[in-house]
């Protein structure tokens, strides 16, 4: 499906039924698999032969699924996950072991940064953040020998802070290490970092992906251009023989575009289990078939609300990287040329108690933490997810007390300038 283009993709690829099978994927609710011999079953188990028999590591609904992002992305293998947090989880923990190091964006998502910064140092990694506007000095400075990859966001969640991919991409490979990029935000209708250079892609396809906030899930693929065995020291879990699969070396057995996604399927999956449901990644492919649709109405609705904003006089700044002026316009235009996302961050005149107020007036934008879906809504930091700080900690994290995200749905524009319009009147 190489040169098909990205709306039918989001249809098409990944399952193509044969002769009399449904057009739709079929939901595979089953833990399990039958076979006729213990043999097969065995070939199975020392993944000398490819098939399902459990569902916590493969289902068919999950697989296909998974394919269809594969091929979104331009990638040669791909895995889904139960949420955006096993994927961002897995896909370092995939390289590194305790005694390891990343280097990861500063900016990223605060789910993650609790992830690499918290939870994955208690298990001997260690990370290193830098902003991804740093001076190249900087970047160097970042890296350690023990350094396994480089981790960032093409659009920071909720910075909105457009990555660099080809400068990190071009900085990991420098040191022989992957760059890992959070995708989440872009979608591949949007950005495709292994066009730029990127070696892996994660997604919480909880966001956009779904687009309907039904269900929370993750997907991670491989773009197959990393070469494990030219950095076979640095890479022992996928260069040197697993002994709990008879001494499989995974960069041999299934050569450089399959060996990342097998072994975090054959090992984390095996042992970890955050398997999607197939139900959910039924559900997901139903938002995933509207995808590039969507997308590219959040843009022009985002476009429209941040023109607007940006000319209120009541509104303070408004950061959108649509916008002319904006710090990121050149840098978007040229990874994102169809446009960035639909989430507009702006801060209010009267700072915390005008943002406070005109939140409470809107009638359309529903308030909620979640972002990046078919639905119009809105959060107030200060007041909810980061209300345990003081005013002087929020502008040290980047979210003042004025900071208002939206996440522009794609409900008519005019409607939601609407809603917009009297709640500002009212402050
Ligand atoms: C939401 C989000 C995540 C975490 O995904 P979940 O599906 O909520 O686990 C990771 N990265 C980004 C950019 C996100 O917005």
């Known amino acids: 499906m190489k040169d098909l283009h990205i709306e039918t993709k989001c249809i098409q690829a990944g399952y193509m039924p044969k002769n009399g099978e449904s057009r739709l994927i079929p939901i595979v609710q089953s833990t399990t698999f039958k076979y006729d011999t213990s043999e097969e ?4 188990f020392d993944l000398e032969a490819s098939g399902y028999f459990y569902t916590r590591l493969q289902n068919p609904t999950s697989d296909y699924v998974a394919a269809k992002i594969c091929e979104l992305e331009g990638g040669t293998a791909a895995m889904l996950t ?6 961002s989880f897995y896909s370092i923990f995939n390289l590194c072991q305790a005694g390891d190091h990343v280097v990861a964006s500063a900016t990223i998502y605060g789910g993650t940064y609790n992830l690499f910064a918290v939870t994955m140092k208690k298990m001997g990694i260690s990370f290193t953040f830098v902003h991804p506007d740093c001076s190249d000095e900087e970047l160097e400075a970042a890296f350690q020998p023990n350094t396994k990859a480089v981790f960032g966001e093409t659009i920071a969640n909720p910075a909105l802070v457009v990555l660099d991919i080809e400068r990190f991409a071009k900085a990991a490979h420098a040191h022989g290490v992957p760059l890992i990029v959070d995708n989440t935000f872009a979608t591949p209708v949007n950005c495709r970092p292994f066009e730029w250079g990127a070696d892996i892609v994660i997604h919480s396809t909880t966001k956009y992906m779904d687009g309907h906030d039904a269900t929370v899930g993750g997907c991670i693929v491989d773009s197959g251009n990393f070469d494990w065995m030219a950095h076979k020291e640095k890479f022992p879990g ?3 023989p697993d002994d709990s699969y008879h001494g499989i070396t995974y960069a041999e057995k299934f050569g450089q575009g399959g060996a990342y996604i097998t072994k975090a399927t054959a090992q984390l999956m095996r042992d970890l289990g955050s398997t999607p449901a197939p139900m959910n ?6 938002g995933l078939e509207t995808l590039a649709l969507r997308v590219e109405r959040h843009c022009q609705n985002a476009q429209k609300v941040a023109e607007y904003l940006n000319a209120h006089e009541k509104i303070a700044w408004v950061n959108y ?3 002319e002026g904006n710090k990121y316009y050149e840098r978007a235009k040229k990874y994102m040329p169809n446009g960035t996302c639909g989430v507009i961050s702006f ?4 700072g915390r108690t005008a943002a406070e107020k ?5 009638e359309r934008a529903i308030i909620a933490t979640h972002v990046a879906d078919a639905r119009t809504c809105i959060l107030h930091p200060a007041s909810s997810t980061h209300r345990q700080m003081t005013d002087e900690e929020l502008v040290a994290a980047g979210v003042g007390p004025d900071l208002v995200r939206l996440s522009v749905g794609i409900e008519n524009a005019e409607d939601i300038i609407a809603d917009v319009a009297q709640a500002l009147a009212s402050v």
């Not at 139960?82 to 994927?87: D, I, K, L, T, V």
């Open 41 to 44: 079953m065995g070939k199975l």
């Open 82 to 87: 139960s949420s955006g947090q096993a994927a």
């Open 238 to 240: 996928l260069t040197t």
């Open 281 to 286: 990644a039924f559900l997901l492919n139903l």
């Open 321 to 323: 990287a649509g916008l």
């Open 347 to 350: 801060g209010i005149k009267g």
């Open 358 to 362: 005109f939140m409470s007036r809107l």
